[in-house]
């Protein structure tokens, strides 16, 4: 059976690094990122197949899978990492790429959760739940959905929960630091738009 050649695309590393950098070229495929993601269960590639797979130039496949849209961000892998990647990291950036070049999500509401929550980052420095939640479940259908099953009630029931015990916050607060955050995001957005 003949093997598929592989024509790498050598700028992607290039770009992505002048993004981070994220030191994606310092691994040397331990798996211990993967061995200690908690989404692993859900990703179609490991985060250390992420890596080499960006290692090797694979930017559509890299830009396609779920894997980027699965992270959570949690930090964990990059902890874990004896060279520093910094993978977490580098899936937003692929995250970003991927909504750049106009490659759909095949999970329209992580999708939605990604942007509600950079929206709602934007505008205080840091997420206002009592807007982010009710925002992001009509945007993404998820309170139609939990209307027609009947399990919003279970959601109300926590939001009072929350609210009773004071871990519900009904005044936004914007951090000292905003101008900062806008600085920061703005420059994200304008790397991944220019490399």
């Excluded at 993967?34 to 960006?54: E, H, K, S, W």
């Excluded at 580098?90 to 992580?110: S, T």
């Excluded at 739940?129 to 959601?155: C, H």
Aim: some cysteine.
């Amino acid at each position: 059976m003949p093997q598929e050649t592989i024509h790498p695309d050598h700028y992607l590393l290039e770009q992505l690094e002048a993004a981070g950098p994220f030191q994606a070229a310092a691994c040397f495929q331990c798996r211990k990122c993967t061995n200690g993601c908690p989404v692993t269960f859900a990703m179609d590639l490991y985060p250390d197949q992420v890596i080499r797979l960006v290692l090797l130039g694979q930017r559509e496949t890299v830009l396609r899978c779920n894997t980027i849209w699965v992270c959570a961000a949690c930090e964990t892998c990059t902890t874990r990492c004896p060279n520093a990647v910094k993978i977490a990291e580098l899936m937003d950036c692929l995250k970003e790429m991927a909504v750049d070049a106009g490659i759909p999500c095949r999970q329209p509401q992580i999708l939605t959760l990604h942007e509600m929550f950079l929206k709602n980052l934007k505008k205080r420095g840091r997420v206002f739940e009592s807007t982010f939640v009710p925002s992001y479940q009509i945007r993404s259908g998820e309170l139609k959905r939990k209307w027609k099953a009947g399990a919003w009630r279970d959601d109300l029931k926590l939001g009072w929960q929350m609210l009773y015990k004071g871990r519900f916050s009904q005044v936004p607060k914007s951090i000292k630091g905003m101008e900062e955050v806008r600085v920061i995001l703005s420059r994200a957005k304008q790397t991944t738009h220019t490399t």
